[in-house]
Nanobody, 124 residues
Framework: VQLQASGGGLVQTGDSLRLSCAAS????????MGWFRQAPGKDREFVAA????????VYADSVKGRFTISRDNAQNAVYLQMNSLKPEDTAIYYC??????????????????WGQGTQVTVSS
């Protein structure tokens, strides 16, 4: 599976951004999809995940209520709508794909396929 993330940019506190991730696989609906982020000097951390059907989602506490993950299986795409952005949301955002069950969607190890990342910078 090849993944291409896009939509990052420089915004101000309180602004919104929508990240997109395009996948190459025709069996896209069989994959759980996740968004992770990595700030300078920090480990990569979980942001949000969505099951293959789109029926289940999970969020990190730090983004719950502000970010929404969604997917369009007909378009082989997953999205991350980010509202009320804060400076601490500044990071490189990565999309990831994980085949199989929905057991540990917040674990990096659940995702063998990763996109190249897109930079999100939130100024104060």
């Amino acid at each position: 599976v090849q993944l291409q993330a896009s939509g990052g940019g420089l915004v101000q506190t309180g602004d919104s951004l929508r990240l997109s991730c395009a996948a190459s696989r025709r069996t896209f609906s069989r994959y759980a999809m996740g968004w992770f982020r990595q700030a300078p000097g920090k480990d990569r951390e979980f942001v949000a995940a969505i099951s293959g059907s789109g029926g289940s989602t999970v969020y990190a506490d730090s983004v719950k209520g502000r970010f929404t993950i969604s997917r369009d299986n007909a378009q082989n795409a997953v999205y991350l709508q980010m509202n009320s952005l804060k400076p601490e949301d500044t990071a490189i955002y990565y999309c990831a794909a994980g085949p199989g069950s929905w057991e540990q969607p917040s674990f990096l190890s659940s995702y063998p396929y990763w996109g190249q990342g897109t930079q999100v910078t939130v100024s104060s």
